[in-house]
């Protein structure tokens, strides 16, 4: 599947920022999944600095930097996207004891390595009651079915509530409330499978935008989407998991960037000197190009 | 003669139980105690008791206290030093050292691993997870180890004696290591004690240690002799004064975060006069909160953008981001494998027995054991300072449950609980034996590592504390490594045959001039307020009754924060006086001592008045005022006049000028009521100058002529004017000739109109305008040189869906 993909991200700042430096994690990424050509990104004002990086997590990263007052930023990423993802063979994944066993024996802690998700990271802490929730649906079976369970189980038991959470929201709270966006479906499932020694990472990426003929529109297309990479042993690897729509993360599904948790792979983060407040929107569009 | 027997031997009688530094198992005191015992032993005990007070009064003269925390309030505490010094012997030092050289070296490797190859993963000497997992690896730094500059340049090692009498490691602190300043204030007030003791017993001499550091951090910088800075969080940090007196004693700039600025890939300071290059930085802020860019984006007291500059090479930390990883409690767990391969030797010196859990043989066998081991978190994030156990482990965090699994395992160690040794220290009643821990500290240059000769000795509050925390009551000591040779004097100053040539200070960060700037208003706000109560308080106490001059005076007081009706004006006293007090506690590095001092005791002051419910406002008006003018005396006499001593003069000339004008403006609109005039001329201090300029009669154009127009009278609003266009010429980037800008445009008009008016003309309207033009030029001022608003992060609100 072919994609022409449209991210454009606005900040209004109405009494003016300065010294503002910014990361940008918005290009697709290269893997063997998916292709993307064609990418520009254009950024108003034209920033003092801009330099290509790559970080820890194989993440593309621009970083920006901005001296001169200015009251609006915005930033409009389109590329085109070829993706064809291998359906994973899940019944080839060991049962999720031995995983949790395969992966601590794991001797590398480069940042493709599942030793870097098993633990609490800025905002992943394990919660006892959800952590006893994964549990239960895991069981003894088959790690990649078990976690395909999970992914159901939660697109399942929890609401979908644009607006009801925010970006400071808890593990615990949307646990407990049942309800939120996709980074907060997210959060819960990797939080509670790091607790059961299972590795799970985040993933930022799009999701396409009208859904073929005859089926339903997927969940959080307008926007930038967020689901789960879980490590499924050596063999398997990293599998996408969308615990938003209760799907195998597919040719639907374009990764961005990937990391520990929301804080490692925010389309844009930094810091600037302002006096005001801040407005910021963003939209997206994924069209099938054939 | 030595020590009186009967004391040493109620001594050696408490002292029996463990193994003590100067009394042996015989009971005979240890060859190397016995030339400090001897000479203790001639004291009498006021001898003793005046000794004290010396090393007391140097500690409190030179401003040395620490925070305690507690109940969301800091407070400031006297230091505990005790007495004597911990004595070791010269030959066991010796052997210390080099064991403590090896250490360091260990630790140098480790951190190049797992910052580089990661062979000891790669090589199953160590769990990946102790990395993977660990928050102090810092993924933004990873493969850091390739770079030119070294990771460790100054570390400490936290070191306890063991009943069988070796020197066992405690902990490493590698990220941001405190105390070496202390260790160097304890040596001078101990010095000042014991002079004559620690001259016969040739102590050696801390000076050169820290003239190696300076000379490396500023070999660091390279040729071009590039200013060097220290990196504090802050002054709410609870080993700022030891940020600040380092800075003081080695000649570095004192920074904060919000003082430096990245450009490109070069750090850059904000100086009064631009930004100035900066690549070599002493930090003594924990890493995460160095960058909140790509390091913990909460915080508020880093730079957007150091990473990348030292990523770049173009800066150098000491110690690098990320050397924190080498004070995680389970490495201590591995050191034999990890040695074996990084060195290709045993480590010379024990490290405390650690067990971590991660492992199902060994949490069994901690589960085993529990009763006589404790518990702690496998990873790092021991606090910096000063709590110190005997263990890594946390106070409150020991009587942790055994884990039931491995996997909760790794987050846990149990370590073998240490005895320590005890040491003589002077407490009610004698001479009483006490718990010691030494933090011995070690330095890097192009030879290798060097070690302090001395260090810093905590010692527990009682005979059997297990933990040892300046925060609950323990103290600290001198440490004492006695030499055969006399000690040569060393000083920071340059070798012999240096050519001395004065220097001016480098440029002035902007936030160290927007501190004096304030500490001038605010000392002139705190004068204002409290000579207009004092006006109003007299007054009262003189009989007459309130009418329009209090009303006014009472309006005035009020734009101070100062309110008469409610009874509690000293209230109002108290926020002025604290402001004052804060803003100079900001910036002590660039102040006597003496001068903060005097700021702090306002405030003492008005707390006694408020707590003792005294009532004689005049009385203690009097008294702040008398301490003002002392400070303002210190500051005057005192401080080096220039850039910053200008930024402190342009904040008081303002000050004084616009409340001087509001005064003059309130007073001596419509009709002033009876003893205006007066008052006017008690505010500014004037009426003796007037009597004996004018006649007895009071008329309000002379009272005004002398009050607001006289260039000679100190406390007019022309010669605050005046003074703010003679200081503000002589500050950066003011070159005579240029077209001048605004801020110098405004100033040289106002000060012609002052100039050119008649007293005549000065009415409510004139002195009203006056008083906008000054707070335009403290706009001006304070855009030009001093911007430094706080920070705010990019939010996402928007959110992924």
Known sequence: MRYAIRLKITYDYPAAVTDARHLLRVRPHADAGQAPRNVRLAITPRPDEHARERDFFGNDVDAIAFFAPHTELAVLMEAEVAVERPVPALELSPSAPSLAEEALAVATADGTSPLNHLGASRLIAPVAPLTAYVAETLGDGLAGEAVMALTRRIRDDFAYVPGATSVGTSVAEAFAARRGVCQDFSHVMIAGLRANGIPARYVSGFLRTEPPKGQPRLEGADAMHAWVDVWLGGELGWVGFDPTNGILAGDDHIVVAVGRDYSDALPIGGTFVTAGPQETDHFVDVIPIG | ?801
């Open chain 2, 1 to 801: 003669m030595a020590i009186h027997p009967d004391i040493l031997r109620r001594y050696a009688a408490i002292a029996e139980k463990s193994r003590d530094e100067m009394i042996a198992p015989d009971g005979a005191v240890r060859p190397h105690y016995a030339p400090l015992m001897a000479r203790l032993g001639k004291m009498s005990e006021g001898e003793l008791g005046r000794r004290f007070v010396s090393a007391r009064q140097y500690l409190s003269e030179a401003g040395v206290f620490h925070q305690v925390y507690g109940e969301g309030v800091e407070q400031s505490h006297e230091w505990p030093l005790g007495h004597p010094a911990l004595v070791l012997d010269r030959a066991e030092w010796a052997e210390l050292c080099a064991g403590l050289v090896q250490r360091a070296r260990f630790l140098e490797a480790l951190l190049a691993d797992l910052y580089g190859p990661q062979l000891v993963i790669g090589e199953r000497l160590l769990p990946g997870i102790l990395v993977g997992r660990n928050p102090e690896f810092l993924h933004p730094l990873a493969g850091q180890a390739g770079g030119s500059a070294p990771l460790l340049s100054f570390i400490a090692v936290d070191l306890g004696r063991g009943p069988d009498g070796r020197w066992w490691v405690l902990g490493d602190r590698t990220q941001a290591p405190s105390g070496a300043g202390f260790a160097l204030e304890n040596r001078v007030a101990t010095s000042k004690a014991f002079p004559d003791v620690s001259r016969d017993l040739n102590v050696e001499r801390l000076a050169g240690f820290f003239r190696k550091f300076r000379e490396m951090l500023f070999a660091l910088g390279g040729p071009e002799h590039t200013r060097i800075g220290l990196l504090t969080p802050g002054p709410h940090n609870e080993t700022y004064y030891e940020h600040a007196y380092l800075a003081r004693y080695l000649g570095l700039l004192l920074l904060e975060g919000g003082d430096l600025v990245v450009h490109g890939d070069r750090a850059e300071v904000r100086t009064v006069d631009g930004f100035q290059p900066i690549s070599v930085l002493w930090r003594r802020l924990d890493a995460d909160f160095c960058d909140p860019l790509e390091l913990f984006g909460g915080s508020r007291i880093g730079t957007p953008g150091l990473v990348r500059a030292v990523r770049s090479g173009a800066l150098a930390l000491v110690n690098a981001l990320g050397s924190g990883i080498l004070e995680t409690p389970a490495l201590l767990a591995f050191q034999k494998p990890l040695a074996a391969r990084l060195l290709g030797e045993e480590l010379s010196l024990p490290t405390i027995a650690t067990w971590w859990c991660g492992e199902e043989k060994i949490r069994r066998y901690v589960a085993e054991n529990a009763s006589r081991l404790q518990l702690g978190p496998a990873f790092a994030g021991a606090p910096a300072f000063p709590v110190m156990g005997e263990t890594a482990a946390r106070p409150g965090e020991r009587h942790r449950d055994v884990p039931a699994t491995a996997r909760e395992g790794i987050g846990i160690v149990g370590q073998e609980i240490a005895a320590l040794s005890t040491t003589p220290v002077y407490g009610k009643a004698g001479l009483e034996p006490r718990p010691v821990t030494l933090r011995a500290f070690l330095m890097r240059d192009e030879d290798g590592w060097h070690v302090m000769p001395g260090g810093f000795a905590r010692v527990a509050d009682s005979r059997d504390a297990r933990v040892i925390s300046m925060q609950r009551g323990g103290g600290s000591i001198d440490v004492w490594v006695p030499s055969t040779t006399a000690a040569k004097p060393v000083t920071l100053l340059g070798p012999k045959g240096d050519r001395f040539s004065r220097r001016l200070p480098g440029a002035l960060p902007a936030r160290a001039a927007d501190n004096l700037f304030w500490l001038g208003r605010y000392a002139e706000r705190c004068e204002a307020a409290t000579r207009l109560l004092r006006l109003h308080a007299a007054r009262n106490s003189e009989g007459w009754s309130a009418g329009e001059l209090e009303a006014r005076l009472a309006v005035l007081l009020r734009e101070y924060g100062v309110e008469i009706e409610d009874g509690h004006p000293q209230r109002g006293l108290l926020a002025l006086g604290r402001q004052s007090a804060d803003t100079a506690s900001r910036i002590r590095e660039r102040f006597s001592p003496d001068a903060w001092r005097t700021l702090e005791d306002i405030v003492a002051l008005i707390l006694e008045a408020i707590a003792e419910e005294e009532e004689d406002i005049v009385e203690l008006t009097s008294a702040i005022l008398t301490h003002l003018s002392g400070f303002a005396g210190l500051a005057h006499e005192n401080m080096y006049q220039f850039t910053g001593w200008r930024f402190m003069q342009c904040g008081r000339a303002l000050e004084r000028g616009q409340a001087t004008a509001a005064v003059a403006s309130a007073l001596v609109a419509e009709a002033p009521p009876v003893g205006a005039l007066e008052a006017l001329l008690t505010f500014t201090d004037s009426s003796v100058t007037y009597r004996r300029r004018y006649s007895v009669d009071l008329s309000q154009q002379t009272v005004v002529d002398l009050t607001v127009l006289d260039p000679l009278n100190p406390r007019s609003l022309a010669f605050q004017v005046n003074t703010l266009a003679e200081v503000t010429a002589a500050l950066p980037g003011v070159h005579l000739g240029e077209t001048p800008d605004l801020l110098l445009r405004r100033l040289a008009r106002l000060r012609v109109r002052l100039q050119t008016a008649d007293a005549l003309e000065v009415d409510t309207a004139f002195l009203d305008r006056v008083a906008a033009d000054l707070a335009l030029i403290s706009d001006l001022l304070t855009q030009r040189y001093l911007l430094s608003s706080p920070r705010a992060a990019a939010e996402w609100s928007g959110g992924p869906e």
